[in-house]
């Protein structure tokens, strides 16, 4: 055999491990190398979710729960004005020359006593009213509301009596649902919304002058 056969021959076992070799598949990447797919969109950080806080509700505040059948705050019906001076957490202006005829007393710095005063007969607190939007009855009711949201508050419970001076207006009077004698009365003008509200005892709730 010549030498060229033998070289041949030498050769093509290696050019069959060759092709061999370039035939095999690559190993497979294991799962932990992998890098993350890919998204269509960027990943934003997303901040952990959080209950709302409290009051974050977008409803109107709630009654303060000052005005109640009783009374208001720590003033209670059928206490003398000094008690009630002395129960109240601020100074009270107003009264009369010897405070023992009808009278009103009101807030120091109250911007009109019509807004809210007490009225004091015979040395005895009987009523208080209200002629201003924040202030809240007990029940739920306030000036701005109308008469039928009065009623859809109180239901069952109205008695409608009209109106001593207002044509078209009415009185819109609520006995305390505790059978207590204390009564709570809505002032309804002519255009069916409630300008006023007072509470109190029978009959300086029913006074419609006050203390004139």
Known sequence: MSNAMRR????????????????????????????????????EDVPPATAPPAGATGAAPAASGMARWD?????????????????WSGALEGGGADDTTCFHLSPAGE???????????????????????????????????DAGQVAALYPDRIREQPHKYVE??????????????????????????????????PPQVDYVEGCS
Not at 71 to 87: H, K, S, T
Not at 170 to 199: H, K, M, N
């Open 71 to 87: 009374g208001y705050g720590d003033a209670r019906f059928g206490m003398g004005a000094a008690q009630v001076r002395q129960a």
């Open 8 to 43: 041949c021959w030498t050769l093509a076992p290696l050019l069959v491990l060759a092709l061999v070799a370039c035939n095999r598949e690559p190993p497979a990447t294991p799962a932990a190398d992998l890098p993350p797919p890919a998204s269509d969109q960027p990943v």
């Open 168 to 201: 078209g207006g009415r009185y819109l009077r609520i006995p305390a649902a505790d059978d207590s004698a204390t009564v709570l009365l809505f002032e309804v003008g002519a255009d069916g919304v409630v300008d006023q509200w007072r509470l109190g005892l």
């Open 111 to 145: 911007a009109s006593p019509v807004g809210f005063a007490l009225m004091f007969e015979d040395d005895r607190f009987v009523r208080y009213s209200v002629a201003n939007e924040a202030m809240v009855a007990p029940g739920g009711g306030r000036v701005g509301m």
